[in-house]
């Protein structure tokens, strides 16, 4: 992440995206960060190998909102539609304990007439809850709503 806010200030944007930015409230959190054109390794950096990339004058915002008292899980995106599941895409309950679904079992589910674009919003949701039991405990009880534009 470092190298992505370096290359936005070294291209003099730093007084359009700082840094990457998050705001949170009790309910929903909105994080933002600019874009970034790989020139050289695509999605490599996500296997921990190098790329290059350079900042971009376009930025990318998600906000993440609380549905209390529901199990819906919506996706939209002005630009791609809108993608509406339920939380036990991403969280399994049993009793009063919930757990996060392993990852090929949200796979193997957004295979099922997911857009493919909400696939990535929706597997690195998935991917968060597999690494976070506070996060996980956050959304017991709760739908989601994310929105993501840039």
Not at 20 to 47: F, H, N, P
């Amino acid at each position: 992440m470092t190298s992505l806010i370096s290359s936005c200030n070294t291209l003099g944007f730093d007084n359009y995206v700082p840094e990457l930015r998050g705001r949170s409230t009790g309910m929903s959190s909105i994080g933002e960060a600019c874009g970034r054109l790989d020139l050289m390794g695509g999605v490599a950096d996500y296997c921990g190998s190098h790329v290059l990339e350079a900042g971009i004058r376009r930025l990318a915002t998600c906000k993440c909102e609380l549905l209390p008292g529901t199990s819906a899980l919506l996706v939209e995106s002005s630009s791609f539609g809108k993608y509406d599941a339920d939380m036990s895409l991403l969280i399994a309950a049993s009793g009063d304990a919930i757990a996060p679904v392993s990852l090929p079992e949200v796979r193997s589910k957004l295979q099922v007439g997911a857009p493919s674009w909400a696939f990535y919003v929706v597997g690195c949701v998935a991917a968060y809850l597999q690494h976070s039991p506070s996060g996980v405990g956050k959304l017991k009880g709760s739908g989601m709503k994310i929105t993501v534009e840039s």
